[in-house]
């Protein structure tokens, strides 16, 4: 929804939203039970450090080591804290992985669940209706809006986080791709080609 | 419940629109929604999904025509109000009229602030033996429970095949009725397409749920 404009004091061009939310955190500071140097920080946390730029990290990773690829998908959470760059990340991720035979997509349904350690907050696209109606109904369609065609004969598994289980999805390397560092492997790790609504961006796009 | 927010088949909501280089928050407000939703979850007065019924208790139309941080914000309202920790009058005045209540938690101050960045544990010992093994067809059952519950309707009366165990979980119907943790085995369970919506169905895809040990029955 569009933010409501009005013009509650002279002056001001701040919407009602931003009075009302200006309301509630005046309240519970002055009450004493947050401090707003806490919250600026979380703002700030998902604002700069908190995003898919991590996942691109675990992936580009599972694509150079094999035997990282293999604990990743035994269990996301155990393996992904293993990395120095990345440090600990909360309990019951799940990796999957696309192949030839078969296309992952993550979606959630009932809310808006999404693997936040590995991605940061979720697009608004992802917490939209649209997608929450369509993903397990249509998927072919939805990735169509994403400018993604896949062939025919390519399976669609599509996993809706209905509990605190929350899936990364691993996409397939980009040919041409022999020799590169998990750096360079990772400029093409999009935020999309971890939720399935993507694919991973192919060498000449970033050259 | 059969809540607006169980969204997974309903048709007419229109394309996916994705934004290119989308701002983390598009509004400043909204950035201040999120953080308050953190700091007062570790105020641990209510649980994850307590937070998530909250938001389920909106009305269809306020829930329908409310972006997704309006939601929490009344949300986070509703629930602040319902425990007394503050109050409508206050609201309407937007500063407090009365002094905090007295919590069992401390003030939330930066150094909480790395704890509610990053995802917590709902494993718990498993009640008894798993009742359901990987391969194993089950159904999910036709069930309509009035408040809480993670069991999507477009899953419901249909048989599907266990995929993974992950082990017991807390489990959000018994949490949100008050009955404590009541830790269930939590499975991924696999449908064909085809099983959930019909012969028309694309028969090159499936759909997974997360689905406890009280949602399911032997075929």
Redesign the interface.
Known sequence: ?A?HHHDHQEGSNL?E????????????V??????T???????E???TK??PHIGAQVVAKAWSDPAFRRSLLEDASKAVSTLAQVG?????L?AVENTPQVHNMV?C????CYP??VL??P???Y??????????????A?LA??GVVLP???????????????FLVVPMRPAETDGWSEAQLATLVTR?CMIG?GLPKKPSEVA | MDGVHDMGGMDGFGKVESEPNEPVFHQRWEGRVLAISRAISALRLWTIDMSRYGIELLSPPVYLASSYYERWFLRNVRLLTERGLIETDEMAAGHALRPGKGLDRDKFTLADVERVTRRGSYGRPGPAPARFKVGDRVRAKNIHPKTHTRLPRYARGHVGIVERLHGAHVFPDSVVAGKGEDPQWLYTVRFDAQELWGADADPTVRVSIEAFEPYLEHV
């Open positions: 929804m933010a919407s939203m931003e009075l009302r939310v200006r309301a509630l955190e005046t309240i519970l002055e009450k004493g039970y947050v401090e140097a806490a919250l600026d920080r979380i703002v946390l998902y604002e908190i995003g600990r990340v909360g309990e019951h799940v979606v349904t009932l809310c808006s936040t350690d940061g907050l697009p608004l696209w917490k939209s209706f649209p997608y929450r109606s369509r993903a397990v109904k249509e998927p072919r939805v809006d994403f025919a004969t390519t399976d669609i598994r599509v996993w809706d986080s209905t509990a605190e289980t929350r999309d609504t």
